[in-house]
């Protein structure tokens, strides 16, 4: 799972459910995108779903922000060399 695709996912949750409705309702759409858009709605309905979304959401992001701060050119080579001491 990615941090920005369950944080849209979790933040529009709403559109992305009345868009996919609004495919699978479509008499002109392909049957295999209608049919691809109500089992997608259909998983989207799922607890399970909404509770893996709300519970990787904030730890992708953390993952990410950690991620980005270790790529910047302006990190600092100690910050570096503690990672490096700390996984050991």
């Known amino acids: 799972m990615r941090g920005d695709a369950v944080k849209a996912l979790v933040g529009g949750y709403t559109e992305i459910r009345q ?22 709605i259909s998983k989207m309905d799922e607890l399970e779903t909404a509770i893996l979304c709300h519970l990787w959401a904030p730890i992708l992001q953390r993952f990410n922000a950690t991620s980005t701060s270790l790529q910047s050119p302006t990190v600092h080579w100690t910050l570096i060399m503690l990672f490096r001491c700390c996984s050991l």
């Open 19 to 40: 868009a996919l409705c609004t495919i699978a309702d479509d008499a002109d759409e392909v049957d295999k995108t209608k049919n691809e858009a109500e089992g997608l």
